[in-house]
């Protein structure tokens, strides 16, 4: 199953809807999210259960894989064949998001409103700086988000954007990875190179300051 799991473009996890769901279930759930995975769940023996433990599973679901929201949900009877053809459409929907491309522009721009309606918290008396994003891969989305401290960026902090971009990017079915990155200042310890119109500038100016020097103090002997 593991292998499976590792080989697989999108995981359709069953779980048994008579019974509980098992740490078996949430442990190759959480192998699937580890790899990556764009998931499908689907709940088996649906048509055998009375509607008290129909509403008790559900009410189990959304407890207990409450984590991983972003994954549709399915109930079906493999034995009748019910509701497994709507498998086949959750899987190229997941897949599609999981292969999903973004322009960086528009990254930056999801960001840019993400930051100004909420903005991330002070460390140490400095405000966190996230400046601009881009994709960094793709099976599952990968968003890299360059600025400063972002080594300290809350993990609550974290999941509001991970929340934002699959909002607006409208990406279901799969996880989304972020990495963030904090730049040096490339010109840190560096004299500013100027080009040859600045220098003449900077020499005119200059010339003009010593003849204003000059002249002060000539009067100031007058």
Do not use: C
Not at 67 to 75: G, Q, R, T, V
């Amino acid at each position: 199953t593991l292998e499976a799991i590792s080989d697989a473009e999108v995981v359709v996890l069953m779980i048994d809807g008579s019974e509980r769901i098992t740490d078996q279930d949430l442990h190759l759930l959480g192998y699937a999210i580890e790899k990556g995975r764009a998931i499908v769940i689907a709940v088996n023996k649906w048509d055998g259960l009375d509607s008290d433990h129909k509403t008790w599973v559900k009410n189990e679901l959304d407890r207990r894989l409450r984590f991983i929201d972003y994954a549709e949900i399915h109930f079906i009877s493999a034995l009748h064949g019910t509701a497994v053809g709507d498998l086949y459409p959750a899987v190229k929907k997941a897949y599609a998001a999981a292969n999903e491309r973004f322009s960086s522009s528009r990254l930056t721009r999801l960001l840019e409103d993400a930051v100004s309606a909420h903005q991330p918290p002070l460390v140490n008396g400095r405000r966190i700086k996230l400046r601009y994003a881009h994709m960094g891969g793709s099976n599952p989305p990968k968003i890299i988000i360059h600025g400063n401290q972002t080594s300290s960026v809350p993990e609550s902090y974290k999941r509001y954007l991970e929340n934002t971009f699959r909002k607006h990017l409208a990406i279901e079915g799969t996880p989304i990875q972020f990495e963030f990155k904090s730049g040096s200042n490339p010109f840190e310890g560096k004299k500013n190179q100027l080009s040859k119109r600045q220098i003449v500038k900077k020499r005119r100016l200059m010339g003009y300051h010593k003849k204003l020097e000059k002249k002060r103090k000539q009067n100031k002997r007058k």
